[in-house]
């Protein structure tokens, strides 16, 4: 059981230093975050209509019949779309941020690490 705990917390080290990596040293995920020069007018547009939430936009009404959901469907096909991400109030917490990253971190690992130990054949 020790040595499995110590097998779990080097991986988690290892995946949150490789995340690290990954978003802030390489910027390989540069190209998620894209920049809109005119961000200050989208930003206006959402907090005067949504709520803090994520959304999928175009989408049918809640409650649309089957009928409308394809009609919608046809309609929307071809046109611009997107997922919308929005929060009223800016929190930058990074401590908390990566904490909490490292806690998922570790219980995937712990997860990996029993489910190698319930296949034939290892000696975990």
Request: glycine share 6%.
């Given at each position: 059981?020790?040595?499995?705990?110590?097998?779990?917390?080097v991986a988690a080290?290892?995946?949150?230093?490789?995340?690290?990596?990954?978003?802030?040293?390489?910027?390989?995920?540069?190209?998620?975050?894209?920049?809109?020069?005119?961000?200050?007018?989208?930003?206006?547009?959402?907090?005067?209509?949504?709520?803090?939430?994520?959304?999928?936009?175009?989408?049918?009404?809640?409650?649309?019949?089957?009928?409308?959901?394809?009609?919608?469907?046809?309609?929307?096909?071809?046109?611009?779309?997107?997922?919308?991400?929005?929060?009223?109030?800016?929190?930058?917490n990074m401590?908390?941020?990566?904490?909490?990253?490292?806690?998922?971190?570790?219980?995937?690992?712990?997860?990996?690490?029993?489910?190698?130990?319930?296949?034939?054949?290892?000696?975990?």
């Amino acid at each position: 059981m020790k040595n499995r705990l110590i097998a779990a917390l080097v991986a988690a080290v290892i995946l949150f230093i490789w995340q690290f990596l990954s978003w802030a040293a390489l910027g390989l995920h540069q190209a998620e975050m894209q920049y809109a020069p005119n961000q200050d007018a989208v930003m206006q547009v959402l907090s005067e209509n949504l709520e803090p939430g994520h959304y999928f936009m175009p989408q049918p009404a809640p409650g649309a019949s089957n009928d409308e959901m394809q009609a919608y469907q046809s309609e929307a096909a071809g046109k611009p779309w997107a997922r919308v991400s929005y929060y009223s109030s800016m929190n930058v917490n990074m401590g908390m941020s990566m904490i909490r990253g490292f806690v998922v971190d570790l219980l995937s690992a712990i997860l990996l690490i029993w489910i190698l130990g319930k296949m034939q054949g290892l000696n975990l």
